[in-house]
């Protein structure tokens, strides 16, 4: 049903800081003025957390890559759709290992990482291309907060992890990237999702959250002092300082102009990396304890070809709205 | 008013029975002493009169009608210990009575009407022999003096019936005989029936009207489980002392002394009614 | 006849007690009901059978992994790290408590550390603890000992400060050395308080083991409910808390069984 | 003459308390700099002197982004919330924990309800906490209020019920009610030991406060340790870690001495 | 050997005065009654004896060697209160004070030994009269069975110095009189000096050899503070008892009985040395 008021999560990740800028800096209020609603935005420090508060249907939006938002709101019958993709992971997530250089001798080794999160997809494909699987290897489920603390213990060898975590880390001794999102460039996307219904009911706020995005993005990229600051401000947020976050980004392929988006949404690839993932959770069973087959939750692409059940279909790409941010038509 | 009827009352605690097969009646404003041996369940008998226990089998009646199933404002009771609130001082202590029953919602007075009462309480302080002491908290208190604070408590409430358990045991005989003055004019002013547990015969003799003796019939210590205790004698007090008369008999209380050497003759002498009399026994008033 | 004079029968007893119980199953059940007539699918408060299907899949079924039974493997995972860190604790308690509860000397030495050490939030210098214990078992019981020691400690120590002093003299009087004070008058005496004090620790404990199993473990209760936590499945972690909270209750039960067989005497004395 | 009764003097009783304390210190400066020797980069055992930045950072330059200083904006946020915590619990527990530990029929109500609640862990029913009051302060609050007041109500309902029966049927044959037996007798007797019980409950206080502002929060203690875990500054953590223990070791202070002024008559009784 | 000299001690708490300017030596094998009204500073003198108070000023020698500063086997004590172990069984209370001396690693006896001294343990309470309750908990006793267990249990150690307040307050005649039997056997036979607080002065005449009295010389409330109790009587009993000598005097103790009626002449009378009479007092052995 039509509604006013919106709820919207983030949490601390580099490619989600602009949520939380332009809530500080009333970009978010002056776009939700502009539509007439208003939108409230929380900031949480735990992403699974964020996600959770999303599926049960405390908020209408929320920040979340592409794989937890199959796993998680679309495998628990929350249909949701991808409003805006906001960066693809190219390097921000490695594959480390301790005292070795290749990514082979991860074979028979303890690998700690944060279960069935983008690190055990990005391991699952690291070990892919090396001819391994994960009979190979035994995983140890962290918590990414004490990511970094692990890694310098003895028993620890190998570990897949994102940033700010994996740049802590590698500069620790005897840490080497191995494997990292650069090398499966597109497959790990960040996103902000709504649910489908309310943003069926309400296309407004799907465009108060466009126009929040693109704006807030461009400034960031800016290389301006007004950009500097933006950055700055960003990176205090995330713990770390202008510099810190800088070098995040450089790792993130931000999507700055909608444009860009847009193409990459619609892009054939898209397809195949989601196709990727769906295998892959339904090997660890993650897509429902009875499924039969990957194919039991649809995923609507843009344009309307869906992948799996057409008859199930709870997760989405819309490029509707990115594309009228690009047309200016916002 | 305030008669006292205790018809087959036997008490047991897990195997061991200690009281058995109790009768008795005591007449309203009547003074009883209960005199036994030590562990023979004086004060078990005191605590069923109160309320505290109930009789394993038999009733105790209260002018007829069974006892209230729990302790109440009416039996006053001075313990063999724990008798006094260890977080009030000595006069919160002796006020606390008053302030409960007065102030039904929050249990304090306030104002002149506190003033009042702390000026009455201080008055029966001083008669136990405990001005200057207002301010300590019990636990300052030698054990006399703890001992004359739980009375001072108790007798402030003025109750029908009181209960003493060995109430004097830890006075010097100086204060024991200002206390026991005190005693007497309270129990002939205030319309109260008292039964003390005491030792002490002279005692006995001095204040009561009446003398029960608890005794174990059986007392073999393999018997001691299987047999409890009973009235084994039942004494009045000769010549009999009737509450609000001053009689000639009351004059003789040997004055406040602490000459070592005076023990006088025991005042009173003894009707004795037998071993076996168990039978109810005629009202004194 | 006075509220605090009425004691309700057995049969009372056990409808009143379990009557709070009832009231939270029927308020869940409406709850649930509620949110699933909007959402068929919601996932925060399932419905039984839901939760009947989870436990037959974590408790009856072999798992596709590993084979194992989950529930029963995470069972014995958690309970053997809690088991051994609550013995190390009552252990460094006996120990440590009585020094500062007996001896002046000791109370000096180490009260303040032990208050301030009760103080510290364990779950933030987790970095420490792992660099000097590793990820394995040993942290994990570590954390669990870290975090319920000090309060056992204090509770100890204040219980056997509290003992009158009289005790301590009479028993000196009977010839007792320091060491004999502590093993024969001070430690029976406050045994069954440590007892208690453990029973309050229970709940701790196993909190402070999920969040020793939720930063780093393969196998285990808190491991499984952190695990799930990411898909709100909350099929499986209510039964896992429930579970939980039953082995806590079961443990508590025991301990409160132990203390009544151990030491018939407490309880004697003027209490109700 | 026995240990037991060897009672060091004022002077001796500031050395030894302080001792440990140095022993860490010492330790501590060994172990950093043996570490930042092997990696001057290490950030787990941070210098003295990056102590002091991040101090001067934190607590003396206002933060670019908000111009507030941080450690006194976190300080205040995260103890207006363990006030109002802790505050609530208490105002719970003092009404439920005499009710139980006074009348046996709210006992046979509530003790079984209380005892289980005590066990459940309260970190892993989050979601619903915070679906069912949002993730505002009041969900911060309520973690602390669900994980400290079952302690302090059986604690309090323990205390309340090992009073001597005397005691009780003394004040019913001085005209006390039920509820002015709860007024006047139980609950000043009891008070000390809420006060104690409370101080041995800072330390979980804090702990859950923490774990609040960990999901969720943008200031607060916990927030900025949870902010900056994840890139091990433990140049932060250390002094935000010994700031928690220092305010909560200045509350146990304030509570024990609260005690001795509003109860001196505790500790008269026979206790060292 | 045992004697005990008291120099000048003066005993404060915080502001008031307890005790005052003390000076009084005990003769070995001595058995002193300590009489004074309550709260006079009795208790308080007995812990100091004890070590378990120090004086405010003055000093205690035993021997002539300065009192050892704490508790030791030397002194035994029976407190008012708290006297026994709520622990321990009626047996294991008795029999803890030998374990504890015998055994100095575990505090425990095992087999053959362990029985022997429960055997001993048990004559002792039969003397006292508490056989059958042997396996009673101390809260499972009435309070003058706690108060024989007390003096069973510090009997057992045989003491050098036996501090004993108020033993038998609250004791039936009957089981008091066998006591003081006991106490006279054990006392004549065992090295001990004896010190005992008591408001039962035919008590103390029957056992003591000397009666101290403790007085506070101003008693006025407002003068209760300033002014402490001092030593105001000192008495030698006579004819003198001599420990380990029966006297024809001794013989007169009455029989264990129960006739209510029944008050004998208190034996022995005194010889007067006066309030004042602070001087050093001549051994008695
Ligand atoms: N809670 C209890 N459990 C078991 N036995 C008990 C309990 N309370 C009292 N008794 C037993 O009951 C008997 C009577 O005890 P009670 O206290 O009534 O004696 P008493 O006559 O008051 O003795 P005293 O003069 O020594 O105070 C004793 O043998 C005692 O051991
Ligand atoms: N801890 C204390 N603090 C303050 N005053 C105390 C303390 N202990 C005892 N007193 C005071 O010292 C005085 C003497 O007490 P003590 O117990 O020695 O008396 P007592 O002669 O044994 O009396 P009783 O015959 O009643 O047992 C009393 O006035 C008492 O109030
Ligand atoms: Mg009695
Ligand atoms: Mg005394």
Known sequence: EPKSRFKVGWSIYV??????????????????????????????????ESINQYTAGA??????????????????????????????????????????????????????????????????????????SERDVRVINTADPDMAAAFQTRDVTA?????????????????????DSSDIPGEIIDLMVANTAVLADNPDFGKALAGIWYETAALMVADTPEGAAARAAMGAAS???????????????????????????????????????????????????????????????????????????????????????????? | MNAITVENVWKEYGDQIVLENLNLSIAPRAFVALVGPSGCGKTTFLRMLLGQERPTRGR????????????????????????????????????IGTELRGARLLGRRFGAARRALAD???????????????DKYPAQLSGGMQQRLALAQALMMKPRVLLLDEPFGALDPGIRADIHKLMKRLWNEVPMTVVMVTH????????????????????????????????????????????????????????GQDDLTAFGQVPGTTRHTGAADHAAHSPLA | MRLINRHPGRAARLFLGSLPFLILVVAYLVASAARLADNPGDKLLPALSSFAQAIETMALTPDRRTGAYLLWSDTWASLTRLWAGLGIATAITLVMGLAIGVLPVMRALLAPVVAFASMVPPLALLPILFIALGLGETSKIALIVIGVTPFLIRDLSLAAAALPREMIVKAETLSASTWLIALRVVLPQVMPRLLDSLRLQLGPAFLFLIAAEAISADSGLGYRIFLVRRYLSMDIIFPYVAWITLLAVAMDLGLGGLRRLMFPWWGLEGRR
Request: aromatic letters at 8%.
């Open chain 1, 15 to 48: 490619g989600w800081m602009p949520w939380g800028y332009a809530a500080d800096t009333g970009i978010v209020d002056r776009w939700a003025e502009k539509y007439g609603i208003a939108i409230e935005v929380t900031q949480f420090n735990d992403y699974i």
């Open chain 1, 59 to 132: 908020y209408d939006a929320v920040t979340l890559t592409n794989m937890d938002g199959l796993s998680i709101p679309a495998a628990g019958g929350v249909d949701t759709t991808a409003v805006i993709v906001g960066d693809f992971s190219a390097g921000n997530d490695a594959v480390i290992l301790k005292d070795s250089t290749s990514l082979a001798e991860i074979a028979g080794r303890n690998v700690n990482l944060v279960e069935f999160s983008v690190s055990h997809y990005l391991l699952a494909r690291a070990l892919d291309s090396v001819g391994l």
């Open chain 1, 159 to 179: 570990m897949v992890t994102w940033n700010p975590i994996v740049s802590e880390i590698a500069a620790m001794p005897g840490a080497n990237l191995v494997f």
């Open chain 1, 239 to 330: 713990g770390t300082d202008q510099a810190g976050y800088e070098a995040q980004l450089a790792a993130t392929r931000l999507f700055a102009d909608p444009a860009e988006a847009v193409a990459f949404t619609l892009s054939p690839d898209l397809g195949t990396t989601m196709d990727h993932i769906r295998t892959f959770l339904f090997d660890k069973g993650l897509l429902g304890a009875g499924a039969p087959s990957a194919d039991v939750i649809g995923i609507e692409l843009p344009g309307g070809a869906v992948m799996g059940d057409p008859a199930n279909v709870k997760f989405r790409f819309d490029a509707t709205y990115m594309q009228l941010a690009a047309d200016g038509a916002l």
């Open chain 2, 60 to 95: 105790i009646l209260l002018d007829g009608a069974p006892l209230p199933p729990e302790p109440g404002p009416d039996r006053g009771v001075v313990y063999q210990r724990y008798s006094v609130f260890p977080h009030l001082t000595v006069l919160g202590n002796v006020m």
């Open chain 2, 120 to 134: 009455d309480s201080r008055a029966m302080l001083a008669e136990v022999g405990l001005a200057g002491s207002e």
């Open chain 2, 200 to 255: 002490d015969l002279r005692e006995a003799f001095t204040l009561a009207t009446r003398i029960l003796a608890f005794e174990r019939l059986r007392d073999r210590p393999e018997e001691r489980l299987r047999y409890g205790a009973t009235l084994s004698r039942d004494i009045d007090v000769w010549p009999p002392r009737i509450a609000g008369r001053t009689t000639l008999y009351d004059a003789d209380i040997p004055p």
